[in-house]
């Protein structure tokens, strides 16, 4: 089969590094369930995320001390990261590279053509949101004081409309994947904490599509788009064990800096380094793919001293149809944790 191409695009040091390792490690759980494994397919791609996940663990002690200032991705890079897996089950050997690509990127022009040609070959365009810059201290617009100077969403924007062919996008998933929504979530769940009784991962929901409005809406009303383009948005707890309490601005910098600490009224399992959700955009990654492959997983392949076998797509319908089972998503016109398909859910749900 054709390799699978992912693109994630975010800012510095909002935490993708570690996203991707969480993603990783708590897909492979999901698909113990299934005939499918997600291997990973090189050395360095190996040691990269297991060094991700065991800076954050050795980290998190660090939040019992209120009001801290931790900076997950330590060594934040102005180039593309590749990482690479293999999708491996009965006759499927599909390889996956995931292009992490700084944000910055969208608005140099040097860098121009080459996000052009990578959005070319991109099955999946994954955009992360860092939500306490989009979701604290709400304005009018619908979303946080500081998301349009930290988040950038003009420059997604742009550059899909005046950069990217309406062609290029054609039977491409989009997610929007909000990172760090720990606070929201303990917020929405715990008696204690919840005073208003107000469900923040809804209200989360809301924030996505107000703050970048232009961008869906682009990908909503291009008529090649509106039965041919899937848009999700899929928010994960990205450390667990860790809420964003308030900013603080960085006297050297002038930037805004988010600061956490351990939650209140956690229960001890979910303490620590306890992600959760993560592997929720890399599901329906591998079902959009897989759905829209499912006629060539049928076709004879090599297998070795053997000769040729055929794959068995029943056992693949299978998978994707399990897949599907766990895919958290809007029930009617709610999301659930924030979970909803904003457009083409029968892309996504279909049967295979």
């Known amino acids: 089969m054709n390799a699978v191409h992912i693109m994630m695009i975010g800012g510095k040091r909002c935490g993708k590094t570690t996203v991707l390792a969480s993603m990783y490690e708590e897909t492979a759980k999901v698909l113990a369930a299934t005939s499918l494994s997600l291997i990973l ?22 939040f019992d001390v209120p009001l801290t200032r931790v900076d997950v991705d330590e060594n934040p890079t102005s180039a593309e990261k590749i990482c690479t897996f293999n999708l491996k089950g009965p006759g499927l050997d599909m390889p996956i590279y995931m292009h992490d690509i700084p944000g910055e990127w969208l608005d140099d022009a040097s860098h121009t053509e080459q996000v052009k040609n990578l959005v070319g070959f991109c099955q999946v365009i994954i955009i992360a949101i860092d939500t306490p810059y989009l979701f604290s201290k709400m304005t009018l617009d619908g979303y946080g004081e500081y998301h349009l100077e930290y988040n950038r969403p003009d420059l997604v924007t742009n550059f899909f409309k005046e950069k990217i062919s309406v062609e290029d996008l054609v039977d491409r998933l989009v997610l929007f994947v909000p990172i760090k929504c720990e606070r929201y979530y303990h917020l929405t769940h715990s008696d204690k904490l919840n ?49 964003f309490i308030r900013f603080r601005m960085d006297e050297q910098t002038g930037k805004m800096v988010a600061l956490y600490q351990k939650p209140e009224f956690l229960p001890t399992e979910e303490s620590g380094f306890s992600p959760r959700f993560c592997e929720q955009p890399m599901i329906y990654t591998l079902v959009h793919i897989l ?28 998978d994707i149809r399990t897949l599907q089972k766990k895919m958290k998503r809007n029930v009617g016109g709610l999301s659930d944790d924030g979970y909803y398909i904003v457009q083409n ?8």
Do not use: H
């Open 195 to 243: 005073i208003y009784c107000r469900n923040y991962m809804q209200e989360l929901t809301d924030a996505v599509i107000a703050g970048y409005r232009d961008l869906i809406w682009y990908l909503r009303s291009a008529p090649a788009l509106a039965d041919n383009c899937a848009i999700a948005i899929t928010p994960i707890l990205s450390a667990g064990g860790i809420d």
């Open 345 to 352: 859910a029968e892309r996504l749900l279909r049967e295979p």
């Open 41 to 62: 397919s090189d050395p360095e791609t190996d040691s990269y995320l297991k060094e991700a996940v065991d800076v954050i663990r050795s980290k998190m002690a660090a």
């Open 291 to 318: 759905i829209g492959n499912v006629p060539q997983i049928n076709t004879p392949i090599k297998s070795g001293f053997f000769g040729r076998v055929k794959s068995n797509p029943q056992s693949i319908k299978t």
